[in-house]
Structures are given as C-alpha cells and as structure tokens.
C-alpha cells in the first residue's frame, strides 16, 4: 500500500460541498464562521499526483493558532485569542442542518466531535465529525473552491454567506 502524500497551496482554500451553502449554521457570529472556514481551509489536500484527497484520506483534528488566524482576518491578537476562545465553545455546540435532495426532508450534523482551547498556546484543537466530511471533500464535480483570502475583508457573515452563493 502506497502511502499518500499531502501538498498544501500556500493560500488557504475552502473546499465544501454547495450543500453546506444552503445549510443554517444557527446563530454563528461573522468570527465564529471565520474560524470555522479556517479550520476548514485546513482539510483539503491533494496528493503528489494531483488528485484531490477523499473524505477517508482527509485529517480530520486540525489545530488553529491565533496567530496565524489574525494573519488572515487582520485582527489583533488579543481579538484573535478571543475569537478561539469563543469557537471552541460555539463549535462543540453548533450542528447544521442540510438539505436533503429531491425531498422536504433535513439532516442534522454536529460540526465537531471534539474541541480544545489551550490557552498559554493561544490555539484551538478541533476534531470533525466523520458525518461533516463528506460535505467537506474535493470530489471530481460539483464543489466549491475559493481561496480565504476572497473573504478575509468582508465584515458580515452575510456578505461572506452571500459570496459563497
């Protein structure tokens, strides 16, 4: 068995299903969702051949610093350890409800199985559900990609919500 090898861009890029776009993240705050799409821009992947990387071959425990959070939405700080503070809590709580296709019919998903603020670090550790990834591969058609930085500027979940339509 061969053993995969991960290449990541340089930019951070979300990579999701057009399905989660029509899901109600409940009330997320415009920081919570900026969290979220940078764990987020964590997953994806693809491997030395370009192929990109399936739901199976996808980490799913990621780690966000606020650092390197407050690099990519210009905040400072004292606002980005705040900002992971607040996510951790928001994310263990938080499942998004997803259309169903052809049908009146929803599915429920918890966003994460598992999160942890460790605060003299100043990042988070997450873990995603194994129900979520499949919304959060780079399949063949119909996905969404766009780079983080598209959205890093925007002051509303709206406009970013709106962007991502």
Known sequence: MSKKVLYTSNTPKIYKSPKLNSSNFGDFSHTDYQVYL???SKI???DKNGKYLQPEELKREHTLSAKEFGGIFKTDLSNSYK???KAVNKLMKTDITVPRENSDSYLRINVCSQAEYIKNEGKINIKF???IMPYLKQVKECFMVYNLADISNFK???TTRLFEL
Do not use: F, N
Request: charged letters at 20%; glycine letters at 14%.
């Open 44 to 46: 994806g992947g693809v």
């Open 129 to 131: 559900t194994d129900d």
């Open 38 to 40: 940078m764990l987020l």
């Open 156 to 158: 509303s979940i709206y």
């Open 83 to 85: 900002a992971l503070r």
